[in-house]
C-alpha cells in the first residue's frame, strides 16, 4: 500500500528535535510491505495542516501522522482529521473511564484540558496510549486510511508495535516475516556483489542490503498467506546467504555486536576487562551500556599517557621507547599487563592514532592495533583505517575489538 | 521569508539514514530569520519531484533542496528543478575545468557520467563543492528561488557554510547576529520562567530557549542594519540575561562543557584523570573525543567491580561494606585514590545506580555520587536523578562530572 508520513511540530521546523519518528515509521511500514511514498512535516497550523492531509491522500491509501494529539491549545491533529476525514467527535466514556484511572494510579491531579483527550472521531478505532496519555487512532473514508499517534516516540513506538502494527496487518491478507542478519567485517557494496544473483532474481523471499555506521546487514523478508510458510522461505534463503557471507555473520536476529559479545561471556561465566588508549574510554562505556553486564566486566583502564601504560599495566619503558605507543608489541603487552592485573578470561586492548593530529607517514592516523589475552595467549590485530575523523576511527577500533573477542569465542 | 526543505532521495523513505541535514538547514535558516514552513521527502522519481517543488514553490519564496545531484542516472534534481523554473541547461566551462582539476589532483579517472555535473541550468549561481564533485546552485524565477544542495552531509554543510549562507544574506537588506548561551543546572521551564518578561516584550534582539539532552541554551538573536548596530544590542541583552541566570551560564559562544572544561585544564597546565563505575568509561570517552586532550588527560579507570574498586584506587573493604560501593563515602575515597595512583592535579569519580536493576528503595535507580579531588580537598554531589532509562542516568552523570570540574576551576 502506498503511505505517507506527516510529522506535526513546529518544533521540528526549528531543527530543535531530530525526527527519529520518521525513520522508524518508515523502518516499519517497509517492513510490513508498504511503499512509503512521502515524509512531509507542518507546524502547528490547521489551515496547512488539512492541506497536507487532504494532499497525501490523493496519491496514498494511508497517511500516519505524529504528533499534535496533547491536551493543550497548539495540538490540533485530532480536530482536523476529523475534519478531513468527514467526521464528528464525541465523547468517549470508556476513553475517559481509562484516563480517570490513569490518573488516579498516578496520584496525578486531572486538569480540565486533560478530557479533551476522551473526545474523539466518531468512526474511530482507539489505540491506548500505555506510556503517556493522549490516545491515537485510525479513521476511515472511502477505502483510504488516517493513522494519529503522539508525538513523544516513545509513545509512538509502543503504540505503534502494540496496536497500530496489528492494525495495519488487519488490512492484508497476507503475512509478513523476517531477519535481518547483522554482518561484521565486510562492506555494503561487496555484501551485494555476494548476493547480487539471489537479489536480482528475488520476487520472495527479498533480499535488501543495509550499511551503518561501519556495519553492513542484509534484511531477508517473505510475504506469504501463512506465518509458516513465510518462516520457511526466508530461513529456506538465509542458508543461501550463509552459504556465501557465513563467516562475516553475527547475528541473525538484528542484536547489536556488543550485545552478542556480552551474551557468550555471561553464558560461559567468563570476565572481560579492557585497556585502551586511542579509543579513551568508549569500548568500557560501550560494553557498560548493556545492562546486566557487570555480570562479566570487572575493570577498564583507559592509559592515555605513556606513563599510565606502564604504572597501571607494566608496559616496559624499553617497549614504548624501541616500538612506539603506537605498535602491535605495546598492544600485547597492555593486554597481558590487564591480565596480570585484572586476572579476567578475556583482556582486550587498543592503542592507536585517532588524529586529526599526531600522524606520521611512518604511522598515519588510522593506524590502529588491537591486543587480546585469551586462554594464555596473547594475539594482535593491525587495522589501517580510512581517516574520516577521530570519531569514525574510534567507532571502528571499538568494533575491531569486539569483533576479535566475538571471534575467538 | 518564507522557506521549504526538501530532501530527495529514495534511502530517506526506506529509513535507512536518519535525516540529519534537514535539522542543520532548520536550525540555520532559523537562525537567518528565515520561516521554515515545511519539510517535505521525496524518492528518486521525476513526476513527484517535480509537483513537490512546484507545491514548496507556491506557499514559499525559497524552497532548499538536498540530494540527487550526482553523477547517476538516478539523480535528477537538477533536471527537474531547470524545468520547474523554465531554464535550459547548458555546458558552463569553468565548471568543466574546475571538474577536471578536481580529478586530476586527486589522480582520479574522470568518467563519462561525471561530465553531466558541468551541465548547469543556464540562469544558475553556481555553488562550488569543496568536498566533493558534484557543484550547487541558486536559480530564480519571478522573484522565488530555488536552491539545490548535494545529500552527503559534510558537502552540504560545507556549501552552505560557504556560498548558500552568503547568497540568502544577500537577499536580505539587514544583518542577523546571534548568541548561543549554554547553561548547566536549570531546566528549559524554569530558564523560560527566568527570561519570561524579556521574552514577552521581545521585538528585538529576540530570545528563544532549547533544550537538548539534558542542558538548557538560549539564543539571543538581532537583526539590523549593520553587524555593529546587532552586536551591540545582543551584548546589551546578554547582560540582562546574564544578571539572571549568572550562575548557570558555561558558555556564552555556544561550547560544549566538555570543551569548556578541556579548554580551562589546557590553560591552566593542569592534569586530569578519572575514576567510573556507573558511567563506566563514558566520561572518558567524552574527554578523550576532544583532539589534543592528551595535553591534560592522563588515565581514566573504569572500576566497575569492587575488587577493582579495591586493587586500583585502594578503596577500603570496609567503606564498601559500611556504605556501599554506591555512597559519597566510597566516591571520595575513589577520587582520592585516583590521586594516590596518578597524581593527576584534578581526580573526578562517579558510582551510581544506572538500572535497570541494582534499585532499591533506600537507594534507587537514579542515585549517582561524584567525587571530586582537586587542590588538596575532597568533595561529593549527591545526584538523584530521574530513572528514564540508563543511558540518561549515565548521561546526566558525566554532564554533572564535568560541571563539578567545571565549577572548582
Known amino acids: 500500500m502506498k503511505t505517507a508520513i506527516l510529522s506535526v511540530g513546529t518544533e521540528l521546523l526549528f531543527g530543535q528535535i531530530v525526527n527519529t519518528n ?62 478531513v476525514m468527514g467526521d464528528e467527535l464525541v ?9 480517570l484511572a490513569m490518573f488516579k494510579d498516578t496520584g496525578r491531579k486531572m486538569t480540565e484540558n486533560n478530557k479533551k483527550q476522551a473526545i474523539m472521531p466518531s468512526r474511530a478505532v482507539v489505540f491506548h496510549n500505555d506510556a503517556g496519555t493522549a490516545p491515537g487512532f485510525a479513521l476511515e473514508k472511502d477505502g483510504k486510511y488516517i493513522i494519529c499517534m503522539p508525538g513523544p516516540p516513545r509513545e509512538m513506538t509502543r503504540m505503534f508495535e502494540k496496536s497500530v502494527k496489528p492494525f495495519l496487518e488487519s488490512l492484508s491478507d497476507d503475512v509478513i516475516y523476517y531477519r535481518m542478519i547483522r554482518t561484521f567485517g565486510i562492506g555494503e557494496s561487496q555484501l551485494e556483489t555476494e548476493l547480487l544473483d539471489l537479489i536480482d532474481v528475488q520476487t520472495d523471499p527479498t533480499l535488501a542490503t543495509y550499511a551503518k ?32 557471507i557465513g563467516d562475516y555473520i553475527y547475528s541473525c536476529d538484528d542484536e547489536e555486536l556488543v550485545q552478542v559479545v556480552c551474551n557468550k561471556l555471561i553464558d ?19 560494553v557498560t551500556a548493556i545492562a546486566g553486564v557487570s555480570a562479566c566486566f570487572d575493570r577498564g583502564l ?15 619503558a624499553e617497549t614504548l621507547e624501541k616500538y612506539g605507543a603506537v605498535s602491535a608489541e605495546t598492544a600485547m603487552e597492555m593486554a597481558e599487563g590487564l591480565h596480570r592485573v585484572s586476572g579476567s578470561d578475556v583482556c582486550v586492548s587498543v592503542t ?3 588524529g ?13 592495533y588491537v591486543g587480546l589475552y585469551y586462554d594464555g595467549e596473547v594475539s594482535y590485530r593491525e587495522l589501517r583505517l580510512r581517516n574520516t575523523g577521530r570519531k569514525w576511527i574510534r567507532h571502528r577500533s571499538v568494533l575491531n575489538m569486539l569483533d576479535m573477542i566475538n571471534k575467538c569465542l
Not at 465523547?91 to 484516563?99: A, H, I, P, R, S
Not at 523478508?221 to 550463509?242: F, G, I, N, Y
Not at 586529526?356 to 590502529?368: D, N, R, T
Open 91 to 99: 465523547m468517549m466514556d470508556d476513553v475517559m473511564e481509562e484516563l
Open 356 to 368: 586529526p593530529g599526531g600522524g606520521s607517514a611512518e604511522k598515519p592516523v588510522g593506524l590502529v
Open 268 to 286: 560461559r561465566g567468563l570476565t572481560l576487562s579492557s585497556a585502551e588508549s586511542c579509543t579513551g574510554g568508549l569500548f568500557a562505556g560501550t
Open 352 to 354: 592507536g592514532i585517532a
Open 302 to 316: 583507559v592509559t592515555y599517557s605513556n606513563q599510565a601504560k606502564m604504572d597501571e599495566l607494566g608496559v616496559k
Open 22 to 83: 520518521t525513520v522508524y515509521l518508515s523502518q516499519q511500514l517497509n517492513l510490513l510491505g508498504h511503499d512509503v511514498m512521502y515524509h512531509y512535516t507542518v507546524g502547528d497550523n490547521p489551515k496547512r495542516l488539512a492541506d497536507m492531509i487532504e494532499l497525501a491522500l490523493e496519491d496514498c491509501d494511508i497517511v500516519l501522522t505524529t504528533g499534535g494529539l496533547g491536551p493543550t491549545q497548539d495540538d490540533m491533529t485530532k480536530e482536523i482529521a476529523c475534519q
Open 213 to 244: 555506521e561501519g556495519e553492513s546487514s542484509v534484511r531477508i523478508a517473505s510475504k506469504r498467506a501463512t506465518l509458516e510458510e513465510a518462516k520457511a522461505a526466508v530461513d529456506d534463503m538465509l542458508e543461501k546467504v550463509r552459504e556465501r
